[in-house]
């Protein structure tokens, strides 16, 4: 049963905290660099290639190509901040380290390990 002070308590409380916002602004970058990365390999590279099949098919078709890879990358964007806002609103606060943190940081990780992978991969090949 909510009170009145555990309900305006639940309508105070920040969306995001300081680490999530972070982590979540590093995600953003990532994924722009990497649509930024896919847009000018398959306008400007003769040789470029997807190593996701589901866009592969697409690299024929620049607009298309680009339109895909930045509405995938939108929509997970997406899900990842409402995910994280769901479980900053499910679960108490003062925990460290919850599911909202763990979202955040581990997303903004993963995308930045990738995109590393990604350029240190194309530094070999092109070498």
């Avoid at 590093?26 to 398959?42: H, K, N, P």
């Avoid at 470029?48 to 589901?54: G, V």
Wanted: aromatic share 8%; hydrophobic share 55%; glycine share 8%.
């Amino acid at each position: 049963m909510n009170t009145c002070t555990e309900t305006s308590l639940l309508i105070t409380m920040p969306l995001l905290n300081r680490l999530q916002k972070y982590s979540l602004a590093l995600l953003v970058v990532f994924m722009l660099t990497d649509i930024a990365i896919s847009s000018w390999g398959v306008l400007y590279a003769p040789g470029f290639t997807e190593a996701n099949t589901l866009f592969s098919r697409l690299v024929h078709r620049p607009l298309q190509f680009i339109t895909a890879i930045g509405a995938a990358k939108l929509a997970v964007m997406a899900g990842i901040i409402a995910a994280t806002i769901w479980f900053n609103r499910r679960e108490p606060a003062g925990e460290t380290w919850h599911g909202g943190d763990i979202i955040c940081s581990t997303a903004a990780l993963g995308m930045g390990a990738m995109l590393l992978v990604l350029i240190a991969g194309n530094l070999v090949v092109l070498s």
